[in-house]
C-alpha cells in the first residue's frame, strides 16, 4: 500500500524559511516524478515545484527563486525548500505521484506565514 507523509509544516514569520518532507512507503519516490501542491483556503489546489525522476524541476512563478525541490534517495523522500516566506504562502501543502490510472496524495501538511 502506497502512502506519502508530509511533514514539517508550521507556523513561521514573513521572511522565515521552513523544509518540507515527503516520505514515502510502499513505493520507491526515486523511479517516479514527485510534486508538491498546495491549497489555499478557498482556493484550487495549485502545483508549487515538481522533480522528475531524472532530476529535472519546475517551480511555480509564485515560488520561483524562493523554493527549491530535492530528493533524498537513501530516505525516499522528497523535500521542499521554502524561503522568503510570504503571508500568500499560507497553505496545506502536498505532495503528489501522478501516475497512470491514478495519482497518489498524502494529506498534507499546513503552513502559516504571519507575525
Known amino acids: 500500500q502506497v502512502q506519502l507523509v508530509e511533514s514539517g509544516g508550521g507556523l513561521v514569520q514573513p521572511g522565515g524559511s521552513l523544509r518540507l518532507s515527503c516520505a514515502a512507503s510502499g513505493i520507491l519516490l526515486r523511479s517516479y516524478a514527485v510534486a508538491w501542491y498546495r491549497q489555499a483556503p478557498g482556493k484550487e489546489r495549485d502545483m508549487v515545484a515538481a522533480i522528475a525522476s531524472g532530476g529535472t524541476t519546475t517551480y511555480a512563478d509564485s515560488v520561483k527563486g524562493r523554493c527549491s525541490i530535492s530528493r533524498d534517495n537513501a530516505k525516499n523522500t522528497v523535500y521542499l525548500q521554502l524561503n522568503s516566506l510570504k503571508p500568500e504562502d499560507t497553505a496545506v501543502y502536498y505532495c503528489?505521484?501522478?501516475?497512470?490510472?491514478?495519482?497518489?496524495w498524502g494529506k498534507g501538511t499546513l503552513v502559516t506565514v504571519s507575525s
Open positions: 503528489k505521484v501522478p501516475r497512470v490510472g491514478r495519482d497518489y
